[in-house]
Nanobody, 125 residues
């Protein structure tokens, strides 16, 4: 399965964007799909995840209540709806897929074996 992330762009603080992570050559039916982000000069950080097998969803505290992760009914696209964006949300956002991840490992980017390219989100103040 190949992952393709899209939907980034420039938005003013308080605005919204929706990122998409599309799978080609297969579906996400057995995966955990997550979004990570990396701001300039900072380490990659976990944003949100969706475990397909039981619909377990997790969010970083910094985005909880503002971001929503979801999937389509065909199991081949995962979305990240980002509302009330802040300048500190500016980063390159990447989606990743992993298999058989337990809850305690979901936030660890090293546990994901399949990565899409990043999409840049810039939030202006």
């Amino acid at each position: 399965v190949q992952l393709q992330a899209s939907g980034g762009g420039l938005v003013q603080a308080g605005g919204s964007l929706r990122l998409s992570c599309a799978a080609s050559g297969g579906t996400f039916s057995r995966n955990t799909v997550a979004w990570f982000r990396q701001a300039a000069g900072k380490e990659r950080e976990f944003v949100a995840s969706f475990r397909m097998t039981d619909r377990n969803i997790a969010y970083a505290d910094s985005v909880k209540g503002r971001f929503t992760i979801s999937r389509d009914n065909a199991w081949n696209t995962v979305y990240l709806q980002m509302n009330s964006l802040k300048p500190e949300d500016t980063a390159v956002y990447s989606c990743a897929a992993g298999e058989r991840l337990i809850v305690s490992s979901i936030r660890n980017h090293g546990m994901y074996h399949n990565w899409g390219q990043g999409t840049l989100v810039t939030v202006s103040s």
